[in-house]
């Protein structure tokens, strides 16, 4: 048998951690996993957050990040342990046999250098190619990924270019060097479902067509076993289990695994609209200050008390704009808002205090929605002063009953944010809205930054607070399996346009509008060969066409 390329063996990765008010120490992210990757093959890792899937991909390339110390195990790469090699061998490792794409290309391409310089910047510098044959590579490559324009894209500069598309220039990037390995870090997690699929076909093509070896990390089991030969699956730093694609999909052995394919078990049944709506959208209109351009064009909605209105549509099609026009962050240009009986005022700094209590937001990033140097107690009361006049024990009192209705119950009014995971921390931002007792929230992407298992559990949350509290929520997403695990109503947006919208047995059956349609077969199903046959029948449609 011919050697793998990447070859592990009892790796152990350690981190150093500060806790607040306490002395640093030393813990284990990583206990001893072993695994083989040979050439032309893609070894999918899959695991919740704090798995340690990237730490372990970073590994890869003899490179921890962050503080963190691979501290023990053989990383070999064509047959030499890169962790004992010197500095020097190691940076030559880097860019040349071993690449990575992050999750975010937005965040990976420097803003200020056009794309083409940054794509060929590691083949020129490791001497793999000169700069002349490093563009034409790069533009093979771009025509390759289903890029635009591939002779001249590599002109433009980051900002002037798509999600989807820079997430496809990062991939030349990493195949320009003709690396043996290519590290992809949830490639495709910050995408919409539409974009996600043409670039899942691009990496796909692109590994068959190179022969390179890749390393898959997702924390979505059905993106993963669309590219993967085999997967395992990582809990707490360990292996769970490891098998083929096929065997993981289709017959888990693991409990863990198993909770993994049968995630978004949810069933809601469609609740009846009450008489009344608690918000109505009439003909709204909008534009950004300085511009005549309209991001959002005669938008007409309602939501119900105790319902839950879903708005989907892809990145840039108006979802969160139409959220900051009923929060009166940005004034509509014609039409009306209706909230509890009476007329909204245009612009936040107008409405009366009751409306800002009645009307709350739940934001995407509880990290960066949260003062991180403000406790969880101190957090969640702030509301309870501003609206309610609530202090001392009283307030305390308060918070807590908030804590034990967001489960998440003793010793976390002393905790900050950093000391929470990701789960707890959005069910914070959640008790912090509901400190209000608001007749409507907005939830604007509260799931798509957390991992299935976890996003579950906020899903039920939120359906359960919503039978307590009988609260409304517009819920703001571009994942459709969230769609039908929680919503009563959908509308479906497209360039600033309402093209769709009813109840939720309504608007997901058939006829449907084309955008509809395409949304619907965009989302990645648990199992194998979804991927070839969508693109099989997108392929059909435009021959039609």
């Not at 469609?270 to 959208?281: A, Y």
Request: aromatic share 6%; hydrophobic share 40%.
């Amino acid at each position: 048998m011919t050697e793998p390329l990447l070859k592990v063996r009892g790796l152990k990765i350690g981190a150093t951690i500060y806790p607040p008010g306490e002395k640093s120490r030393e813990i284990e992210i990583v206990h001893g996993v072993d695994f083989d990757l040979e050439a032309g093959k893609v070894l999918g890792l899959i695991g919740e957050s704090g798995a340690g899937k990237s730490t372990i991909g970073l590994a890869a390339m003899a490179y921890g990040r962050g503080g963190v110390e691979l501290t023990g195990g053989e990383v070999w790469v064509n047959g030499r342990d890169v962790l004992k090699s010197p500095l020097r061998d190691k940076r030559r490792l880097r860019g040349a046999e071993v690449t990575y794409v992050s999750q975010s290309a937005a965040a990976s391409f420097n803003p200020a250098k056009r794309i083409m310089e940054q794509v060929t910047e590691a083949a020129i510098s490791q001497g793999k190619f000169s700069k002349q044959d490093a563009e034409a590579r790069a533009v093979a490559l771009f025509e390759k990924l289903g890029l635009p324009d591939p002779e001249t894209i590599g002109t433009r500069y980051p900002h002037q270019v798509s999600g989807g598309q820079l997430q496809r220039c990062m991939t030349a990037l990493a195949l320009c060097p003709e690396p043996d390995l290519v590290v992809f870090d949830e490639p495709t997690t910050a995408l919409d479902v539409t974009t996600q699929i043409d670039v899942l076909k691009a990496i796909k093509d692109a590994i068959r067509d190179t022969g390179v070896a890749a390393l898959y990390i997702t924390h979505d089991l059905a993106v993963v076993a669309q590219v993967s030969d085999h997967i395992m699956v990582l809990q707490q730093g360990s292996m769970v289990e490891y098998g083929t694609a096929d065997q993981i999909i289709n017959n888990p052995q693991e409990e863990y695994t198993q909770a993994l394919v049968s995630v978004r078990s949810i069933k809601h049944i469609e609740k009846e609209p009450t008489d009344t709506p608690v918000l109505k959208v009439e003909n709204v209109t909008a534009r950004y200050a300085g511009t005549n351009f309209d991001v959002l064009k005669n938008i007409n909605v309602e939501i119900h008390p105790g319902q839950t209105l879903a708005v989907v549509g892809e990145s840039g099609s108006g979802k969160s704009t139409l959220a900051r026009v009923i929060t009166g962050l940005l004034p509509p240009s014609e039409g009306q808002i209706t909230f509890d009986d009476h007329v909204l005022t245009s612009g936040l700094s107008t409405r009366p205090k009751e409306d800002l209590r009645q009307l709350q937001m739940i934001y995407q990033m509880a990290d960066t929605a949260m003062n991180p140097r403000q406790t969880v107690g101190t957090i969640i009361g702030r509301p309870l002063e501003l609206y309610f006049g609530l202090k001392g024990k009283e307030k305390q009192k308060r918070i807590q009953e908030l804590l034990d209705e967001i489960e998440l119950g003793d010793g976390f009014q002393d905790r900050y944010p950093a000391e929470l995971s990701g789960g707890q921390k959005q069910r914070v931002c959640i008790a912090r809205a509901l400190a209000a007792k608001p007749k409507l929230i907005i939830c604007d992407e509260v799931t798509s930054a957390l991992d299935p298992l976890v996003a579950d559990g906020i899903l039920k949350l939120l359906l359960k607070l919503q039978k307590v509290e009988d609260v409304a929520y517009l819920f703001i997403t571009h994942d459709l399996a969230t769609v039908k695990a929680i919503a009563d109503s959908i509308a479906v947006m497209f360039q600033g346009e309402v093209v769709r919208y009813g109840p939720k047995s309504q608007v997901l059956a058939p006829p449907f509008d084309d955008y509809t349609d395409l949304l619907l077969s965009s989302v990645p199903e648990m199992r194998l060969g979804w991927l070839e046959e969508v693109i099989a029948h997108r392929k059909m449609e435009s021959a039609g066409n």
